[in-house]
């Protein structure tokens, strides 16, 4: 009897061990209960699943993982068709449905029919875990901890990565990084200065070492890339090879105002030199425009503010699509009056816009209109309800002015006799400040484009010249002589002059002139 006992003591204690091994290897190597029914990897907005990318820049382009390994994972877009709350983990999965190791988990409370774009995990592999061959990557969600089940995604969508093997998907950049005149070099994400992961983001910066005197004029495939704020330029979600040029042009060498005709046929693009799309900050059009011709506009020109489309026919009276997207430079732009609509996203994201004249005839917008549009502070809208009969401004979507200040700092210009009208519409009405129109503000936004012209091109210190009304005309103070023209409120040219060191007085009608003298101009009322 004593034997047995000792025996089934044993017995008992080599059972407990099996059972606590047991549990414990479950927690190592737990099955996977199937795919959610409620999340999955999908395809929204171009993304392509899950994306592997070391942490540092490596030789290699085939990759195994072994134990203490770290790297990133993205994955998107996450489709949450019922909601979810819980948590969402990158696992090491074995054979399909055994759970090896859990590389990194973070909560989540998604809601029903939530899509989640992207989500980021820096991931570890355990030191003492063994890859095998024919282990993958795989993102599970977890209520409790326990009980895993996998994201499966859709056709096309990477939803499992070789944990043995890996071909990481790069691609190809092509960028110089020794260019006369700016440094080039690589944003802090980025990892190779020629290649990039498929699916990750390239980010670099271009720095001007004389930026008083040349332009850097940067452009992949061939269109423009506009830094961000900070000077950083990039191409987010890289789905293919790209070439990135960088050049650098004399701004001196080029005039920075121009006129041209697009008569006969002609686009802008024939009508401009590579320096000149480099180097313009404004431009008139006359003519017909196209839909290719505000592909210039936006995507090839570098430096452009002022863009002045008032003598030109837009083809059906209407702003293309995405005629101004994304365009960091533009300030300013002159409507033709025939301009009736517009399509979506006209001016989305173009962030240096800084008001808008809507002519009056202008009276549908498309989608997103404005939207994003950070610096637009003005909106002068010339189509007047009140000579209609109509007790409400023109209706325009929600999302016109979405993302901008409009509500906190925007002024609205409208007709006389229509700020009641306006301020009692829908979106109208929000804005901060809305008042009748003045002839401050002809003066202020309609300034005629020829008063850039000519003598524009030659610098002057505002020190070096003073210009002043006098009763009967104006009083010029030169410190050196120097070349000048008078404009009128239509931009016809009134005078042109040489004056010298001194006082220069000139007889002028009563009006509102714009004086040029080089590149500066003034503005005198005389009574």
Same mark, same amino acid.
């Given at each position: ?13 080599? /059972? ?93 409370? /998604? ?11 820096? =991931? ?214 025939? @301009? ?39 909106? /002068? ?46 979106? /109208? ?44 005309? =104006? ?16 931009? =016809? ?30 503005? @005198?009322?005389?009574?």
């Amino acid at each position: 009897m004593k034997r047995s006992g000792i025996c089934g003591r044993m017995c008992l204690k080599m /059972w407990l061990v099996a059972f606590l091994f047991g549990v414990s290897a479950a927690v190592h190597a737990a099955f996977i209960n199937g795919t959610s029914s409620s999340v999955e990897l999908t395809n929204d907005k171009d993304k392509i699943g899950l994306i592997y990318k070391p942490l540092t820049a490596i030789d290699e382009e085939t990759v195994t993982l072994k134990g203490g390994d770290k790297f990133e994972l993205y994955a998107g877009s996450i489709s949450s068709i019922w909601g979810y709350k819980g948590k969402v983990a990158v696992g090491l999965v074995r054979g399909g449905n055994q759970l090896v190791d859990v590389l990194a988990e973070q909560a989540v409370n /998604w809601k029903s029919e939530e899509v989640v774009p992207q989500i980021q995990f820096v =991931c570890r592999v355990k030191e003492d875990t063994e890859v095998l061959e024919g282990d993958e990557i795989r993102l599970l969600v977890t209520q409790d901890g326990v009980n895993y089940e996998k994201l499966a995604g859709r056709p096309g969508v990477t939803d499992a990565i070789p944990a043995v093997k890996y071909d990481l998907p790069l691609l190809k950049i092509t960028m110089p990084v020794d260019v006369p005149g700016v440094e080039v070099r690589l944003g802090e994400t980025a990892l190779w200065p020629d290649k990039v992961i498929k699916g990750t983001n390239f980010f670099f910066y271009v720095d001007n070492l004389k930026p008083e005197t040349t332009v850097a004029a940067v452009t992949v495939d061939g269109s423009v890339l506009f830094p961000d704020k900070y000077g950083m330029y990039g191409i987010s979600n890289v789905k293919e090879e790209h070439v990135i040029e960088i050049k650098v042009y004399d701004r001196t060498a080029v005039d920075p105002y121009k006129i041209i005709d697009c008569g006969g046929g002609k686009r802008v693009a024939d009508l401009l030199t590579d320096e000149e799309m480099a180097c313009l900050k404004g431009l008139k059009v006359k003519g017909n425009l196209k839909a290719e011709d505000f592909e210039v506009f936006r995507g090839r020109m570098h430096s452009l503010e002022i863009l002045d489309l008032l003598d030109t026919k837009l083809e059906n009276n209407w702003l293309p699509l995405e005629a101004f997207a994304y365009n960091q430079t533009i300030k300013e732009v002159k409507l033709p009056e025939g @301009v009736q609509g517009s399509d979506n996203n006209a001016f989305y994201y173009a962030q240096a816009l800084e008001f808008i004249v809507l002519p009056e005839n202008l009276t549908q917008f498309g989608l997103n209109m404005f939207f994003g549009c950070e610096s637009l502070k003005k909106v /002068w809208v010339k189509y007047n309800p009140a000579e209609k009969g109509e007790s409400m401004g023109f209706p325009i979507p929600p999302c016109a002015f979405r993302a901008t200040s409009y509500m906190t700092d925007g002024l609205l210009i409208v007709p006389k006799g229509c700020k009641n009208i306006y301020s009692m519409s829908n979106i /109208w009405g929000s804005f901060h400040t809305i008042r009748e129109e003045a002839p401050l503000d002809r003066i202020q936004m309609e300034k005629p484009f020829e008063s850039y012209l000519d003598v524009a091109g030659t610098r002057v210190d505002a020190s070096e010249v003073a210009v002043e009304v006098v009763e009967g005309g =104006c009083r010029i103070v030169a410190q050196t002589p120097m070349e000048v023209a008078v404009f009128d409120m239509s931009g =016809c040219l009134v005078h042109r002059l040489s004056v010298g060191a001194g006082e220069t007085v000139l007889p002028l009608p009563k009006g509102i002139f714009f004086v040029q003298t080089g590149n500066l101009s003034h503005k @005198v009322a005389v009574r």
